[in-house]
């Protein structure tokens, strides 16, 4: 699944003890393309809608035909919260935390993750981001969110 990687294993330090994603047979995909630096989503081949997480039928017309395709990565604040209590020591040095549910542009589709680059009383509702991706491990990389042209 993952090819091989030029960076050194000590750069993912900073991210041990914080607990990633295990790729799986609907979602390895997804994780693939991460790791490249690209937000790419299943697009059903039957009705068109986009679909994240990833599963194996579409939740709009139940076909089980669908593509991987690269979206623009932007969207808006949907809905937020500030983390004050680190839930793990990773986010110790992290908080106060912004993490928002994440309207994409490509319809109705909504994404997870924290809000960075910013301060977290400068993030609102309605505020338009785009993904950025962090290297947490040799094979994933999260996508994360900060302020439009940032």
Known sequence: ?????????QQFAP?????LPQPSWDNYKFWEYCR????RLQKCSDCGSYRYYPRPACPDCHSMQFEWTKVSGKGSVYSYTIAYNPVLPYFADKVPLPVGVIKLDEGNVFMVGRILE???????IGMAVEVL?????????LPQWRPAGG
């Open 36 to 39: 490249q630096h690209e937000l």
């Open 1 to 9: 699944m993952a090819q091989p990687n030029p960076i050194p294993q």
């Open 15 to 19: 991210y041990a003890g914080l607990p």
């Open 133 to 141: 991706f962090e290297d947490a491990a040799e094979d994933i990389s």
């Open 118 to 124: 910013t301060a977290p009383e400068d993030v609102k």
